[in-house]
């Protein structure tokens, strides 16, 4: 396989993982690990899709905090809701299990439980506001940043990957586990890049700001409490960078 051939393949694979978009079939798909640098390309899809939305949306003259509802509705049919029931998954397991294994146990379950529901309520409330807010007040502004949030939230995960161990021998936590420095490293370049060109600087740094620590404290909170991370921890690390850049945006 050329390098070209092998580099559209893993933009394909990422695809595949991280939405639920058409992305076609794979002969041979390349290792996990090898695709992490294109997280930002499938968070790009999904971003534009629901920047598609918005502007449509207010376009035609529905009110803002309507046109945000439509945008974000559109986001979670384009990854299938796979980020949000990583984060209710983490939050029933951290928040109800006694030790690392029932943890383990709780998360694996499909069943949404209270500490769940109320991440997912305080999850789509707070990004629905703040892509709101924006929309009301920067209306061509709005659909850009929700492309730049979606590359950005999804870089970091990269990292996650080659640093944290897996907390489970099966599932994408461990399948993904082994990526390089340099893939790691591309897929932060291309959220940063994104983040350049669709933001203004000084809003792209705090957004980096906010998104980096948010990710590494959710990162340690994970380590503490099952051991490593998980493809719910790395759905978990989405949202909560997300949310992240979108309060920073709104401040």
């Not at 709101?132 to 950005?152: K, S």
Request: charged residues 10%; glycine residues 12%.
């Amino acid at each position: 396989m050329t390098p070209l051939r092998a580099r559209v393949a893993e933009v394909q694979l990422a695809v595949m993982l991280l939405t639920r978009l058409p992305a076609g079939r794979m002969a041979e798909a390349p290792p996990i690990g090898a695709a992490v640098w294109a997280f930002p390309v499938a968070g790009a899809a999904v971003g534009g899709i629901a920047a598609g939305v918005l502007a449509a949306a207010l376009a035609v003259g529905i009110a803002p905090a309507l046109a945000a509802g439509l945008a974000l509705a559109a986001s979670v049919l384009a990854t299938g809701g796979l980020h949000e029931d990583g984060l209710a998954d983490c939050a029933d397991g951290f928040g109800g299990g006694r030790d690392r294994a029932r943890k383990l146990e709780i998360m694996r379950d499909s069943r949404i439980g209270s500490y769940g529901g109320l991440a997912l309520i305080l999850s789509l409330g707070l990004r629905w506001q703040a892509l709101a807010l924006l929309a009301a007040q920067q209306p061509a502004f709005a659909p850009l940043a929700l492309i730049a949030l979606a590359m950005a939230s999804r870089a970091g995960l990269g990292l996650a990957l080659l640093w944290m161990p897996a907390a489970r021998q099966d599932g994408m936590g461990k399948s993904a586990a082994g990526t390089s420095f340099a893939r790691a490293m591309a897929g932060l370049a291309l959220a940063g890049l994104g983040l350049a060109v669709l933001l203004p600087w000084s809003s792209a740094l705090w957004v980096m700001i906010a998104m980096a620590t948010m990710q590494l404290i959710f990162a340690r909170i994970a380590l503490r409490q099952i051991g490593g991370q998980s493809g719910d921890v790395l759905g978990a690390m989405q949202q909560l960078a997300e949310i992240a850049g979108w309060l920073a945006l709104a401040r």
